[in-house]
């Protein structure tokens, strides 16, 4: 079993160069490096009943996307029992990187201030068969498509409303974060646009 864990980014430049120093520069981010190892944490914690042995590397790769880049890390493990992938994807949600650590208080602090209602954002999608082997991720950058009248306004266009977060730790500039928000929204309006 493999699950990917992306926690930390910054914005690609479009320029090779400058990406390449950006990456170096995510790689050695202390704030990056702490908010990607709670989400490693909480991955391996919710993991770990279900192996007979983990590897959790001690260090994050840097993941290149077309317009961002992620600290990456894959923790793997062998299963010791025949867990369906439905479970463990259940075990794993939500992790650190979607809700925070620990997760009951960090969802009832989500749940006080964020002031919206996620929708299927952050859910788990995937896929699993009848011997339980699957894989599934995480429902990020995604959009929830609205028809006239489904939000109780027969007169309203179709709507489409687009989702995309950040992992927030004691080092988050608000700006910084709400620039990461706004480049991992860019993949939707694009497609949209
Ligand atoms: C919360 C989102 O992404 C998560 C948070 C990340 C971060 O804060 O660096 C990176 C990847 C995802 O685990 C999102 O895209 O909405």
């Known amino acids: 079993m493999t699950s990917r864990v992306l926690a930390g980014t910054v914005r690609r430049t479009g320029d090779d160069d400058a990406d390449l120093a950006r990456a170096a ?3 050695h981010s202390s704030k990056d490096l702490e908010e990607h190892e709670y989400a490693v944490r909480s991955v391996a914690r919710a993991l770990e009943p279900y192996c007979s042995s983990m590897n959790v590397p001690e260090s994050p790769f840097v993941l290149d996307l077309p317009n961002v880049l992620h600290l990456a890390t894959d923790v793997t493990g062998v ?7 439905l479970a463990i994807a259940a075990a794993l949600h939500p992790t650190a990187a979607v809700c925070g650590t620990p ?3 960090a969802a009832a602090l989500i749940a006080e201030i964020e002031g919206m209602e996620r929708g299927r954002y952050a859910g788990p999608v995937g896929w699993f068969g009848a011997d339980g082997d699957g894989e599934w991720g995480i429902a990020l950058r995604s959009a929830e498509l609205a028809g006239p009248g489904d939000d109780g306004d027969p007169g309203a ?3 489409v409303r687009l989702f995309a977060g950040c992992g927030i730790v004691a080092a988050s500039d608000p700006e910084a974060e709400l620039h990461e928000s706004d480049a991992k929204l860019e993949p939707m309006r694009y497609a949209l646009a």
Request: glycine letters at 0%.
């Open 157 to 159: 266009a179709h709507r």
């Open 103 to 105: 997760t009951d208080a």
């Open 79 to 85: 299963l010791h029992e025949q867990a369906s992938s």
């Open 25 to 27: 520069h995510l790689a």
